[in-house]
């Protein structure tokens, strides 16, 4: 996403909000949907796909290694892919924006195919490691030059005669975990991801979805994951679920302020996703899980959410996969909370589009809320009234700025953030959506 100028906005203590909030498409899927897509024989379909910066750079990406990607209406896509190991070498520089889950599968996916490519990001991307993914990459015979730390730009060059590879994925991330597992997808034999945490699976379920041989298999070294090398893979019809991860958003909001009531439905329930619900509920949230079902492979229910006060709870560090991303909303939803939210075993918020852990601490005391934060716990001190007034940094962030554009819509005074801009990245209609909930949110000046 080529980055605008600044756009400051400032949202007020809200009136009770009221309504149904439709959540866009699941970002994790959709990359994969249209990942998936471009390495498959065939038509791939998806309905109800994130159109969200990321999830473009990724669209743009596939047709850059030789996809036909087209856009038929809102949410609507056709993917003809190329096949496993059909990827074409890029003429150009490929721009992933913001996007981790994207330029990291993407490197997954072209690795083990004879070709070159150069990727780079926006100033939160080209700051992040992709030594997690490049040093496994390296297992199969790709080689890569990036800046120092390994970051972005980075040129990857694919191995010609990739070996498969049985790796122990050194910290829990679906990322590292699906690039091994594309890489895997055009070598001979089998290739083999073992994770000590279960992180989310999608990548697991749609490769089944698409026609590989893989299966799980949970050992005393861990969840062992072996998958088949060189499958054909056929396009599919793919309904993307709601992203439990931006549901946390108007989730959360209406537990945040009075008098609310709000339904979100058809919300993706993936074990691996709904780490925060769990919490929420300790918390003492009130919410109703309605017309539980599966769709398209994946659990899903609409949710009913009141307004509720809530306790502190100490979230046990085994959720953290369960809810990685979720940890910015529950940080601004712990400040109106009765005692203190500990949050430990969080280091890898330290790694996400923003140092999540210094933003939020940074952010909440600026509105004077109490936390205390070390390498890898957040500490939240709920108060009765949080005075809010402050000014919050997102640093390309847009789980940040959603968080605090929250947090505001409870505190005494206006919170403000320096930057609206980074939330197109996952959920483009989240400032209309919530005023038409009922929040009061103001441009302010750059
Ligand atoms: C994602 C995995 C997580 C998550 C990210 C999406 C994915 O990252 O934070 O937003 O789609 O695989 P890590 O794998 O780095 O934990």
């Known amino acids: 996403m080529a980055h605008g100028p600044l756009r400051p906005m400032t949202s007020r203590k809200s009136a009770p909000l009221k309504g149904v909030a439709h959540v866009p498409g699941d970002k994790s899927i959709s990359h994969r949907s249209l990942i998936l897509g471009a390495l498959s024989v065939g038509e791939t379909r998806i309905t109800g796909l994130l159109e969200g910066a990321d999830v473009l750079d990724t669209a743009k990406a596939m047709r850059a290694f030789g996809a036909t990607v087209g856009r038929l209406g809102d949410g609507e896509w056709v993917v003809q892919g ?66 120092s730390g390994g970051r972005l730009p980075l040129t990857l060059v694919g191995a010609a005669d990739p070996v498969p590879v049985r790796y122990h994925t050194p910290m829990p991330s679906a990322q590292v975990k699906s690039a091994v597992l594309l890489a895997g997808l055009n ?8 994770e000590q945490e279960a992180t989310r699976d999608h990548t697991e379920r749609m490769l089944a979805g698409f026609g590989a041989e893989i299966s799980t298999e949970v050992t005393e070294e861990g969840r062992v994951i072996t998958l088949k090398g060189q499958p054909e893979l056929t396009g599919q019809v793919i309904a993307v679920p709601r992203d439990p991860s931006s549901a946390a958003f108007p989730v959360v909001a209406a537990l945040l302020v009075e008098g609310s009531e709000v339904l979100v439905p058809n919300i993706g329930q993936n074990p691996t996703r709904n780490g925060l619900f769990t919490t929420l509920i300790e918390m003492g949230a009130d919410i109703v899980f ?12 609409d949710l009913r959410v009141r307004h509720s006060a809530l306790k502190g709870v100490e979230v046990p560090p085994e959720r953290a996969a369960s809810m990685i991303d979720e940890y910015p909303i529950l940080a601004a939803l712990a400040a109106t909370a009765e005692g203190p939210t500990i949050m430990r075993g969080v280091k890898e918020l330290r790694v996400k589009e923003s140092d999540r852990i210094d933003a939020m601490a940074r952010g909440l005391e600026a509105n004077g809320v109490t936390v205390e934060e070390g390498e890898d716990f957040l500490i939240v001190h709920g108060a009765d009234k949080v005075p809010g007034g402050g000014l919050c940094k997102t640093h390309l962030d847009h789980r940040i700025a959603m968080s605090f554009m929250c947090l505001g819509m409870a505190a005494e005074k206006p919170v403000k953030i320096d930057d609206a801009g980074a939330i197109e990245t996952s959920f483009p209609d989240f400032l209309p959506l919530m005023e038409r909930l009922g929040a009061s949110f103001r441009k302010e000046n750059a």
């Open 82 to 147: 190329v096949g496993v190991g059909g990827f074409a070498e890029p003429e150009d520089v490929i721009d992933c924006g913001n996007a981790g889950t994207g330029v990291r599968l993407i490197m997954g996916a072209m690795a083990t195919t004879d070709i070159v490519a150069t990727f780079t990001g926006d100033a939160s991307l080209r700051s992040r490691p992709m030594g997690r993914i490049t040093d496994p990459l390296a297992l199969f015979g790709a080689e890569s030059v990036g800046r």
């Open 187 to 194: 070598v001979r034999g089998d290739t083999v991801v073992i």
């Open 290 to 301: 309605e017309n539980e079902r599966i769709e398209g492979g994946e659990p899903v229910a």
